[in-house]
């Protein structure tokens, strides 16, 4: 019954924005990090950005500076802010978050195109 849901992918053009988000249907104890993945046709899944549960943030370097992850671990959600999309950020994004156990979202399509 528990279930990471993903909203926000869409189709936009090169240089603009979208914004993910990501949330718990049921409340989850004892996460220690939400994060995002994404997985291109033919790739494999790839980590983007990662928030901990207090508040530090990393991300992979081909989304440094572009993206911003942030996340409210009292409500078990987390958001995807991507600025100055490339083609080569098109891919499904998963939600992650990560404790005892792993969760992952159904995903969700991005795809940057003109």
């Known amino acids: 019954q528990m279930q990471l849901v993903e909203s926000g992918g869409g189709l936009v053009q090169p240089g603009g924005s979208l914004r993910l988000s990501c949330a718990a249907s049921v409340r989850i104890f004892s996460i220690n990090v939400m994060a995002w993945y994404r997985q291109a046709p033919g790739k494999e899944r790839e980590w983007v950005a990662y928030v901990s549960s207090r508040g530090s943030t990393n991300y992979a370097d081909s989304v440094k500076g572009r993206f911003t992850i942030s996340g409210d671990y009292a409500k078990n959600t987390v958001n995807l802010q991507m600025n100055s999309l490339k083609p080569e950020d098109t891919a499904i994004y998963y939600c992650?978050?990560?404790?005892?156990?792993?969760?992952w979202g159904q995903g969700t399509q991005v795809t940057v195109s003109s």
């Open positions: 992650n978050m990560q404790g005892p156990g792993t969760f």
